[in-house]
């Protein structure tokens, strides 16, 4: 399975931006998953975010960060990003990168593995 570690998270006013990546473990290649990125704050469900395919040409989003997220990949340094500007105070959670191989990349039930998550705080 494979390991996935995430990071850039941090605190930040509302309307700031911040820079997530997620890279695989060393012997791990990326480019044998879709990747997505989910959010989950205090009780609230984990919800998908962004995801992009395998060769980074295909991109989804959740309708509440058109606009202002971007997903991306660099498969020569096996990391994932997601750029997130205008970020809203609503929007503090722990974000996950998660892997995986087929169905809704958006959907928790196609995720085949999970990092361990990086807090984003954002304050009024």
């Known amino acids: 399975q494979v390991q996935l570690a995430e990071s850039g998270g941090g605190s930040v006013q509302a309307g700031g931006s911040l820079r997530l990546s997620c890279a695989a473990a060393?012997?791990?290649?990326?480019?044998?998953?879709?990747i997505g990125w989910f959010r989950q704050a205090p009780g609230k469900e984990r919800e998908g975010v962004a995801c992009i395919s395998r060769g980074g040409s295909i991109t989804y989003y959740a309708d509440s960060v058109k606009g202002r997220f971007t997903i991306s990949r660099d498969n020569a340094k096996n990391t994932v990003y997601l750029q997130m500007n205008s970020l809203k105070p609503e929007e503090s959670a722990m974000y996950y990168c998660?892997?995986?191989?087929?169905?809704?990349?958006?959907?928790?039930?196609?995720?085949?593995?999970w990092g361990q998550g990086t807090q984003v705080t954002v304050s009024q």
């Open positions: 060393s012997g791990y290649i990326l480019t044998a998953y879709r």
């Open positions: 998660a892997a995986s191989l087929g169905g809704d990349c958006l959907a928790r039930s196609s995720v085949y593995s």
